[in-house]
């Protein structure tokens, strides 16, 4: 389980990622298209294209998580425009949303 705080950074790349890629493929893709430090303090949130997929990428201080949630049924909704690569949203908003809830209105642009 993710341990969520009020003070945890959350980003979600609002751009369907290939999730075919590996752990090596999302810390690339935080670095280099993302422009950011995979090892900050800062949970990196994924979806697939089908939008029935999230994956989570996160740095403990001592190496790299990276988590898949899937629906059993459904699609998550609400996830923020396509306008920015990156949307910072609260640990509320994340908790949320990996329930599988209905969500947007607690999306914030980054």
Request: hydrophobic share 45%; proline share 2%; net charge positive.
């Given at each position: 389980?993710?341990?969520l ?11 369907p ?21 995979p090892r900050s ?6 979806i697939n ?11 403990d201080?001592?190496?790299?998580w ?11 909704r ?8 990156l ?6 908003a994340?908790?949320?949303l990996?329930?599988?809830g ?9």
């Open positions: 389980m993710i341990h705080t009020t003070q945890s950074r959350i980003l979600l790349a609002t751009h990622a290939d999730f075919r890629k590996g752990l090596d493929g999302f810390i690339a893709l935080c670095r280099l298209e993302l422009l950011q430090d303090d800062t949970l990196f949130v994924f294209k089908d939008r029935t997929l999230l994956r989570v990428l996160s740095y201080g001592s190496g790299f990276l988590m898949t949630k899937r629906l059993s049924k459904g699609k998550f609400g996830w923020p425009s396509e306008g920015q690569a949307s910072t949203v609260t640990a509320r994340l908790s949320v990996l329930k599988g209905d969500w947007h209105p607690l999306a914030q642009a980054a």
